[in-house]
């Protein structure tokens, strides 16, 4: 089985009616899934939870037996005129055409005249010893909202989509069919994912303040400047990661949030030793601008080799085998991304910071 997260139904809603017959919900349901699949974001929607149309064919046995004609007789009848059966081909010059014979029915009407037989020289028809027309086939679950009886209509959409956008286009959707829906017939709107989507966004957006706090109070004692500069590698760092995911294919889920998460705290590290070293040099009387490129070419190197351990450590995570390495491998690459993306800022960018903020003498920020 192939499964995608993209196929997962972004909007699963209800007709409900408790009175009405399922034909009528399905001929609703079926309007709004082929209103809802001609929206140009939409991948594929779907009706569920009724009964679909069969042909029912109640057989008279009495009068089938006045007029001897057996029930397997009837059936081999239908069979072979419902038949599609190779007729040859045809060749044109240097073309050859397959032919098959067509003896599907197209209406009822050509149904209830199918022969079944004769007696004493009449011909007999479906239609003289049966009842023929469409029915719901048995059902076999019901579909409930609520309690109530009803059938539901899914939808999922394709890539590259933003869910918010897609929701609204469906809603309108929504409005526009429930003015045609009659008395007794209602649309509810059942689960929403974007609603989910909010809600964990919003959540991490508070998760990723409050540890932000947290890391900056424990930086305070490095000076007011110093922390300040080492605060500004976080939010860089995590564009380049979340850069870096885009670019492997990775795309932003619970798992590579997580990874954000635990990221937060490694990729301070780089740029609290470099600011550090770099408040060191200007302590003993080296300018900003020197101090800032010679404290960082100082410690490049063991910067790179605590980074590299980091990364190291979360390497094997990145090639499990089978599902399960499917599964988690957006957590170790989130960590690596971002801890990279702090390694290339804590080198570049924050040395570049510090020798625009710092003064000759950073013991009074300290």
């Known amino acids: 089985m192939k499964i995608q997260a993209g196929n997962t139904n972004i909007i699963q809603s209800a007709l409900v009616a408790e009175d009405a017959e399922y034909a009528d919900l399905r001929k609703y349901a079926d309007e709004l899934k082929d209103a809802i699949s001609a929206i140009?974001?939409?991948?594929?929607?779907?009706?569920?939870?009724?009964?679909?149309?069969?042909?029912?064919?109640?057989?008279?046995?009495?009068?089938?037996?006045?007029?001897?004609?057996?029930?397997?007789?009837?059936?081999g009848a239908i069979q072979s005129e419902n038949a599609n059966?190779?007729?040859?081909?045809?060749?044109?010059?240097?073309?050859?055409?397959?032919?098959?014979?067509?003896?599907?029915?197209d209406n009822l009407e050509e149904v209830r005249r199918t022969i079944v037989g004769s007696n004493m020289g009449q011909v007999i028809y479906l239609k003289d010893i049966a009842d023929v027309g469409w029915g719901d086939e048995d059902l076999k679950y019901y579909g409930r909202y609520n309690g109530e009886k009803a059938v539901f209509i899914i939808a999922n959409m394709k890539k590259a989509q933003n869910i918010n956008a897609m929701r609204n286009s469906i809603y309108k959707v929504y409005d526009s069919f429930e003015k045609k829906l009659p008395s007794g017939?209602?649309?509810e709107r059942g689960f929403d994912q974007s609603k989910n989507v909010k809600n964990k966004l919003s959540r991490l957006e508070k998760d990723f303040l409050f540890a932000f706090l947290l890391v900056l109070v424990t930086l305070l004692p490095l000076g007011f400047r110093a922390s300040g500069i080492v605060m500004i590698s976080i939010p860089l760092s995590i564009m380049i990661g979340i850069t870096g995911l885009y670019l492997a294919g990775f795309s932003i889920n619970q798992l590579s949030i997580v990874g954000a998460v635990i990221s937060l705290g490694l990729l301070v590290d780089d740029s609290i030793v470099v600011v550090e070293n770099i408040s060191r040099w200007i302590r003993n009387g080296v300018k900003p601008f020197e101090a800032s490129i010679n404290a960082t070419r100082q410690i490049g190197t063991a910067v790179i080799g605590c980074t590299a351990t980091l990364i190291f450590a979360f390497l094997p995570l990145m090639f499990l085998p089978g599902m399960a390495g499917k599964y988690i491998r957006v957590l170790p690459s989130s960590v690596t991304f971002i801890v990279l993306g702090s390694l290339f800022v804590a080198l570049t960018i924050i040395p570049f910071i510090a020798s625009h903020i710092f003064r000759g003498d950073v013991r009074a920020d300290s």
């Open 85 to 105: 059966i190779p007729g040859g081909s045809i060749e044109i010059g240097p073309m050859k055409f397959n032919i098959k014979t067509s003896g599907s029915y």
């Open 40 to 75: 140009s974001g939409v991948r594929k929607a779907e009706a569920v939870a009724f009964p679909e149309q069969e042909l029912q064919i109640a057989i008279d046995l009495p009068k089938m037996a006045q007029l001897h004609i057996a029930v397997n007789q009837v059936i």
């Open 185 to 187: 017939v209602r649309l």
